[in-house]
């Protein structure tokens, strides 16, 4: 039996959540939501999501830094591939992005499908990378 992946979604547009979330429950998903970074890392501890795709401008704690928290402090737990999903596509901002060890990096405005494989390509490969 298949057991059902839980991915997180944090962004502060709640257009860019709904869609995310509608795609990728469709798809069998298990979807949280987020809209800033506090709420996300709160999530990531309660809830132990299988993929993250993260947003870089949204308030109280940028996606950079969320990220850099989950990578680097233990009590986020596991290793989990984590995709920035963002309007920053210039290339400081996507070399901090695989700095801090994103895993795929998608700028907007994206095709649905794009994130959709993202997501399965990150997913497919999370046993080969876990930690």
């Known amino acids: 039996m298949k057991t059902e992946k839980k991915i997180l979604i944090v962004d502060d547009e709640s257009d860019v959540l709904e869609s995310l979330s509608s795609v990728l429950g469709s798809k069998?998903?298990?979807?949280?939501?987020?809209?800033?970074?506090?709420a996300a890392l709160e999530l990531v501890r309660s809830n132990d999501p299988d993929l993250i795709i993260l947003d870089i401008m949204m308030p109280k704690i940028n996606?950079?830094?969320?990220?850099?928290?989950?990578?680097?402090?233990?009590?986020?737990?596991?290793?989990?591939?984590?995709?920035?999903?963002?309007?920053?596509?210039?290339?400081?901002?996507?070399?901090?992005?695989?700095?801090?060890?994103?895993?795929?990096?998608?700028?907007?405005?994206a095709p649905l499908k794009k994130v959709v494989e993202g997501v399965e390509i990150m997913l497919s490969l999370a046993p080969l990378r876990k930690k």
């Open 28 to 38: 069998g998903y298990h979807v949280l939501t987020a809209g800033d970074g506090e």
């Open 63 to 109: 996606g950079i830094d969320v990220l850099h928290q989950i990578r680097h402090e233990a009590r986020y737990g596991r290793w989990r591939p984590v995709i920035i999903f963002t309007g920053r596509g210039d290339f400081d901002d996507v070399s901090k992005g695989y700095k801090e060890e994103a895993d795929y990096y998608i700028v907007k405005p």
